[in-house]
Structure formats: structure tokens, C-alpha cells
């Protein structure tokens, strides 16, 4: 679970976000029943940007969660990470086809969790989810939290 673990610590600040997504993806899958594994495939909207360091491990962290929960639970077909540097904001998307999560288990600790990580760096979060029509977890970062104005990522 190397590619796990390195999303948590922090890394260079430039480094590539969506490969990093990318990378979980496929391990997580790997680590699935091949015959039940879901596609899993990363979008990216926009430029690249950089992204402050202690966000992106904020942000890295949201994101794993989020995957491990769709590779767990949602027995999906379809496993999706969408990363979109936007002007004003960086929007990070994780949805899945999958059964859904039902109202019982939102405010379990998964979930808490993630609102928690997204609270403190004064990102927005926000879950959809029906049964039997999957879940997306959108993560929503003002420009001014998730970019370093110099580029650098500090």
C-alpha cells in the first residue's frame, strides 16, 4: 500500500495530483476480486495547477477515503475521479454507479471524517447519493485556499 501511504505524507507541492488520484485508483482496484472490479478512470478539467501543500494532503487524504468507500462497499461497475482546476476553485469529484449509500450510513465515520478534513481547510462538501444510484462526493476548494499565488505550492 505504498501509493496509499505516500498520498498522506506530504509531497512535493507541484507534484501531479491526478496521477496521484490515478495511482490509488489502480491499487485499490488491484486489490479487488478481478471478476467484481470496477473500470476506474481520473478526468482532468483544466490546467494543472499548483495546489498548497497542506491542502492537497487535506485533499489527498478526502480523496482516498472517498475511493476506498466505492472499492468497498459500493459494488460498482464504474469508479470515477474528476479533478478540475477551475478559475476560482478547485473541484474534486468521486462518483461510482454503484448501489449508493443509504441514509443510516451518511453521517457514519467515513463520511464525518471528510467533512471534518474539508472543514478545516475551508473547502465545501457535499455527498449525493440514492439507492441503487450511486454515490458522488464533490469537494469544492476556493481559489484563494487551494492555489499558491506564486505557482510554487507552499
Request: with cysteine; hydrophobic share 40%.
Amino acid at each position: 500500500m505504498r501509493s496509499i501511504h505516500d498520498m498522506r505524507a506530504p509531497g512535493p507541492a507541484n507534484s501531479d495530483f491526478a496521477e496521484a488520484i490515478s495511482v490509488l485508483g489502480k491499487e485499490l482496484a488491484s486489490e479487488v476480486d478481478h471478476a467484481s472490479s470496477p473500470t476506474f478512470r481520473v478526468v482532468v478539467e483544466g490546467s494543472p495547477r499548483a495546489i498548497r501543500a497542506v491542502v492537497r494532503d487535506e485533499i489527498c487524504c478526502i480523496a482516498q477515503e472517498a475511493l476506498r468507500n466505492a472499492y468497498a462497499h459500493a459494488h460498482a461497475r464504474i469508479v470515477e475521479a474528476e479533478v478540475a482546476y477551475e478559475e476560482k476553485l478547485l473541484r474534486v469529484r468521486i462518483r461510482d454507479d454503484g448501489i449508493g449509500i443509504n441514509e443510516t450510513h451518511l453521517g457514519e465515520a467515513g463520511l464525518k471524517g471528510m467533512r471534518e478534513r474539508a472543514k478545516h481547510i475551508g473547502a465545501h462538501l457535499e455527498v449525493w447519493s440514492q439507492d441503487k444510484a450511486g454515490t458522488e462526493i464533490e469537494l469544492r476548494v476556493p481559489e484563494r485556499i487551494a492555489y499558491k499565488a506564486d505557482g510554487k505550492g507552499t
